[in-house]
């Protein structure tokens, strides 16, 4: 059984919860859908492989970008699990929002996950994790997963969401400081292609999703988000952060 990992991990949260549920699988063939050039090749699976498609939770659905990016996929009838990773807040319709995406795209989904990974802005949220207990427990998921597509099972297990989803709000924009020496580091890992790599200090808010790629990755620490925002989101979300939300798993 050929076994996949398509992943849109701006910031590494996602990838890290991904490698835990696969770590029992066969080598998966690993496919980075934030890559900048990521539509340049159409991804095919074989019918009797078996995929997992990971993306973050944006207040409470998938990046549209990633979205695009796993309707390009070519299914083939394979088998998938889908995992929204969040902040520990909510991922509200990200999971039912994935799922009809990947049918659409052609797979079976027969497997579901929420991961909490450490927010991607308000760091102090979820400070650290996946740790090794959620490590160990989407470990020990991902191989029932994996006895699930051996025995041959294509039952589809009861997903959480709405639809119609909720309308995705508005992100924060992150923006260079008097310290970027315009290395183009930005620009170049950009998945959205929203920085150019002729003004690496200027961000196209039009292409921009925030996921926070250009922030974690610029080797000066200059692209940053608004200090006095980031405060603001931190004290709005805090009651919903503050306590340790568990890893939901449906199979």
């Given at each position: 059984m050929k076994c996949y990992q398509f992943v849109f991990s701006p910031t590494g949260g996602t ?188 961000t196209d808010k039009g292409k921009c999703i925030s996921c926070m790629r250009c922030v974690s ?17 931190a004290l709005a979300i805090k009651k919903a952060c503050s306590v340790r939300k568990a890893n939901?798993?449906?199979?």
């Amino acid at each position: 059984m050929k076994c996949y990992q398509f992943v849109f991990s701006p910031t590494g949260g996602t990838k890290r919860a991904a490698d835990a549920l696969t770590q029992s699988w066969p080598q998966p063939e690993s496919i980075d859908l934030s890559a900048p050039d990521a539509r340049e090749a159409v991804p095919v699976c074989e019918a009797d492989g078996l995929a997992l498609i990971a993306m973050p939770s944006f207040g409470g659905v998938a990046p549209r970008l990633a979205l695009e990016r796993l309707a390009s996929i070519r299914g083939n009838g394979a088998r998938c699990v889908i995992a929204a990773v969040y902040g520990n807040r909510a991922y509200e319709d990200t999971l039912v929002q994935m799922a009809d995406y990947a049918e659409k795209a052609g797979f079976r989904v027969i497997a579901a996950v929420s991961a909490v990974a450490e927010h991607s802005i308000v760091h102090q949220y979820a400070a650290g994790r996946p740790d090794e207990t959620d490590r160990r427990e989407l470990g020990e998921f991902g191989a029932r997963i994996l006895e699930k597509a051996g025995r041959g099972e294509l039952s589809t297990p009861a997903i959480p969401g709405n639809r119609p989803y909720k309308s995705a709000g508005g992100g924060m924009i992150p923006r260079a400081d008097a310290s970027c020496t315009g290395c183009g580091l930005c620009a170049r890992r950009c998945p959205a292609g929203a920085i150019a790599a002729e003004n690496p200090r200027a961000t196209d808010k039009g292409k921009c999703i925030s996921c926070m790629r250009c922030v974690s990755e610029c080797p000066a620490k200059a692209r940053k988000v608004s200090g006095l925002m980031t405060s603001i989101a931190a004290l709005a979300i805090k009651k919903a952060c503050s306590v340790r939300k568990a890893n939901e798993l449906f199979l």
